[in-house]
T-cell receptor, first 115, second 112 residues
Framework: GENVEQHPSTLSVQEGDSAVIKCTYS??????FPWYKQELGKGPQLIID?????GEKKDQRIAVTLNKTAKHFSLHITETQPEDSAVYFC??????????????FGKGITLSVRP | KAGVTQTPRYLIKTRGQQVTLSCSPI?????VSWYQQTPGQGLQFLFE???????NKGNFPGRFSGRQFSNSRSEMNVSTLELGDSALYLC???????????FGSGTRLTVV
């Protein structure tokens, strides 16, 4: 089955700096890659996603890049703010219905933004 | 638009008991998935329902079961609770294939 690995496990950055979180996946049939942000006491919140027919997607300060050949994708956060501090999860799925719909998650990374 | 609603938020149960958790998806969403989140194992897929049918199941023992009703609301049941079942149980819904999942805030289950 799919295996998603996330690196590093913790990341601390200065406010205003950029943060990059990387994930690798094993299933070459995976074609949907979402990123979730989880704050204390809340469920994961979808912040951006990308499909395999796109190499990069951007939404304000957040961007995701995908390298299908190397089977890795990355989350980029620019101009980090203290409210960006949270646990971030990457995930992968085959993106279809039924058996192809399940998300396989990475272990998560704790991002701390120092004021 | 209301989000995914999970009840109850917190539960404390004793080993050997059973528990039922409830999830109301976003209006119009017909797919509901359940995930277990623990510090050690992270987020793990339990099962997915669509139009009252289980379409996909993760690698959990048969003590974990679920169902979906005609209004898309879903319940999951865990029988003969074990200490290791203590976790945050998350429900997620989406509109269908190709759309992202929206998660609820979860039910925190503690087994003592």
């Amino acid at each position: 089955g799919e295996n998603v690995e996330q690196h590093p496990s913790t990341l601390s950055v200065q406010e205003g700096d950029s943060a990059v979180i990387k994930c690798t996946y094993s299933d070459s049939a995976s074609n949907y890659f979402p990123w979730y942000k989880q704050e204390l006491g809340k469920g994961p919140q979808l912040i951006i996603d990308i499909r395999s027919n796109v190499g990069e997607k951007k939404d304000q300060r957040i961007a995701v890049t995908l390298n299908k050949t190397a089977k890795h994708f990355s989350l980029h956060i620019t101009e980090t703010q203290p409210e960006d501090s949270a646990v971030y999860f990457c995930a992968a799925s085959r993106g279809g219905a039924g058996a192809n719909s399940k998300l396989t998650f990475g272990k998560g990374i704790t991002l701390s933004v120092r004021p | 638009k209301a989000g995914v609603t999970q009840t109850p938020r917190y539960l404390i149960k004793t080993r050997g008991q059973q528990v039922t958790l409830s999830c109301s998806p976003i209006s119009g969403h017909r797919s509901v998935s359940w995930y277990q989140q623990t510090p050690g194992q992270g987020l793990q897929f339990l099962f997915e329902y669509f139009s009252e049918t289980q379409r996909n199941k993760g690698n959990f023992p048969g003590r974990f079961s679920g169902r979906q009703f005609s209004n898309s609301r879903s319940e999951m049941n865990v029988s003969t609770l074990e200490l290791g079942d203590s976790a945050l149980y998350l429900c997620a819904s989406n509109q269908g294939a190709g759309y992202g999942y929206t998660f609820g805030s979860g039910t925190r289950l503690t087994v003592v």
